[in-house]
């Protein structure tokens, strides 16, 4: 936790939240997530969005976001929720772990709310979504659970006007909230980081059973439309034995259906002194993978087509094409079947998919579109 400079936040911006409570020693723990921050008056939690004011924990980014932009629902990466549909995405600042390869560290590790250079209403949000014909919102860029009753409202105003809602997650998170978070969410990606303990303590400060729940709750408890991501980092957590495990894990927990995006790393924040991902080593991943029975296995991150296409898995047709975000070759009828043998290919589809927004990125402003609706 860090001790705050000044007010926790800006005017507007600052709101109560619930999972929360009092200790006998006169400081505050806040029950968000399994880290437990134990506040005293004016410190912040280490996600540093979530502060303690008044004797109970606030949100102090409520409103506030780094920046909006239409993605391809494929950058999540989500391959089987409305595939080739434009997504709107945002995120606001902070983290709760501290993952020392992160690669949006200057959004996750701000500690200025400078940072957050936009501003929108859930409503806002979701009017945005629907003038800018996306089909869902997600919530990225840093982890949305620490943002929990913003992203909760915005869903909720999604919803509203027919638009889902994804979240990019690393799943760490208490069960009380999580239920309640996910009770708002139609899709989410979880970051599996690694499979052992060691790597979450020593590389990200945190701790890998949690995270297990949360994949576990999604699917047994949950019709959240679920993928998993492994970024693989040379020497780290990329050896056939861990991978093995990782995805033996997945199949006897979760069953064949999950997808498994395998992404390359790229030196960042503080860990410069590691070499990018060599494709190969993804490549081999992948085979571990579809080798104990995972029938989506992707690559990410990479040139690779073979990689980040879906096949059927009775019959090897392909049916879903893919070249990086774009999609080619189309072969699922309106009900997500082959094409080729009539089997049901895992995923939420509909008759309007596939989409054709391709891999284009459009940054926006809401304020802006806000002014043009007047």
Known sequence: M??????????????????????TDGRVQCDLCPRQCKLHEGQRGLCFVRARLEDGIVLTTYGRSSGFCVDPIEKKPLNHFLPGTPVLSFGTAGCNLACRFCQNWDISKARQTDRLTDQA???????????????????????????????????????????????VTA????????????????????DLKAFTEDFYKRV???????????????????????????????????????????????????????????????PDFRMLDRPPTPPATLTRARAIGLANGLRYVYTGNVVDPDGQTTRCHACGTVVIGRDWHTLGRWGLDSEGRCSGCGTTCAGVFDPACPGSWGGRQLPVRLGDLSEQAR
């Open 121 to 167: 209403t859930p409503k806002q949000i979701a009017r945005a979504a629907v003038q800018l014909g996306c089909r869902s919102v997600a919530f990225t860029y840093n982890d949305p659970v620490i943002f929990h009753e913003y992203a909760t409202d915005v869903a909720r105003a999604c919803h509203a006007v027919g638009v889902r809602t994804v979240v």
């Open 2 to 23: 860090t001790k705050d400079r000044g007010s926790p936040g800006p005017p507007g911006a600052v709101v109560a939240t619930r999972y929360w409570h009092p200790l």
């Open 204 to 266: 990200c400060a945190g701790h890998l059973q949690p995270v297990l729940d949360t994949l576990q709750y999604l699917h047994d408890e949950t019709d959240v439309w679920l993928e998993i991501t492994t970024l693989l980092i040379p020497d780290l957590n990329d050896s056939d034995q861990e991978i093995d495990r990782l995805t033996s894990w997945i199949m006897d927990q979760l069953g064949p259906d999950v997808p498994l995006h395998f992404t390359a790393f790229h």
């Open 171 to 190: 799943g760490y998170v208490c069960p009380e909230p999580r239920a309640e978070f996910y009770t708002h969410m139609d899709a989410a990606n979880v």
